[in-house]
Each structure stands twice: as structure tokens, then as C-alpha cells.
């Protein structure tokens, strides 16, 4: 067994349709997004940043670049996860959001968490 220290985090996202806040006659569609970010890694770690590309389904792109999220920057310790709730916005009733977290670990090594893409979709859009 390797006594390595470790730098990761896996993130996993749920999103969902917010009819009542998206206004479909004047492309405004609503969609919030669960997050999980658990610390994999040997050594505990603050999420400093985030970056998110949001991608629509006519291929715009919209980034999205700021400090912390929802306005923490948590710090986790192996095997520790923080949870949060964010939304987004977008003129059409399908997209894809995908991104990084800047992750500083308690050595002062930097790496990146990955946020594989996900899909937003209005119900009955997919078939």
C-alpha cells in the first residue's frame, strides 16, 4: 500500500426542470442543480474556485468563473463531502454544464476537481 499522498475529489450533479421559474414564451428556462463534492484524497483540501462552461443547445457557450460556491469555500478532510443547491438560466430547453473546481490541499498543492458534463432538460424534450 502506498503512502502517497493523494490529490482528488470526485463531484456528482443532479439537475432538474424549475417550471415555475422559466418562462417558456420568452426562451427563459430554469434549472437548478444539486452538487456533491467528496475529498477522495489522502489530504484534506479547500475548494477555492469554480469554473463552470455552460453550453446550450445551439452550441453558445456561457463561463461562469468565481470564488467559492454558494458562498463558502469548504475545506474537507479525506472522505468528507459538502452539498449545495445553485441554478442557471438558459434560452433554449436543452443544454450541458460541465467545469472544474480549484482545489488548494493543505500541503499548498493545487489541483483541479472535474465536473463531467451533465444535461439540462425540459421534460419530454429527450426521447
Known amino acids: 500500500m502506498s503512502s502517497a499522498t493523494h490529490y482528488e475529489c470526485s463531484v456528482t450533479v443532479e439537475a432538474v426542470f424549475i417550471a415555475e ?22 489530504i484534506a483540501a479547500q475548494l477555492i474556485s469554480r469554473h463552470w462552461i455552460i453550453t446550450e443547445a445551439n452550441g453558445e457557450q456561457q463561463e461562469v468563473k468565481g470564488l467559492g460556491v454558494v458562498g463558502a469555500q469548504p475545506l474537507l478532510n ?13 434560452s433554449m430547453p436543452m ?33
Not at 79 to 90: C, K, Q, V, W
Request: charged share 20%; hydrophobic share 30%.
Open 21 to 42: 421559474q422559466s418562462d417558456i414564451e420568452h426562451n427563459r428556462y430554469a434549472f437548478a442543480y444539486h452538487v456533491k463534492i467528496t475529498n477522495t484524497g489522502t
Open 78 to 90: 479525506p472522505n468528507e463531502s459538502f452539498e449545495y443547491t445553485s441554478g442557471t438560466l438558459i
Open 95 to 127: 443544454g450541458e454544464m460541465h467545469g472544474t473546481y480549484q482545489m488548494v490541499a493543505e500541503d499548498g498543492t493545487r489541483f483541479d476537481a472535474i465536473i463531467h458534463p451533465f444535461t439540462l432538460s425540459m421534460p419530454r424534450v429527450l426521447h
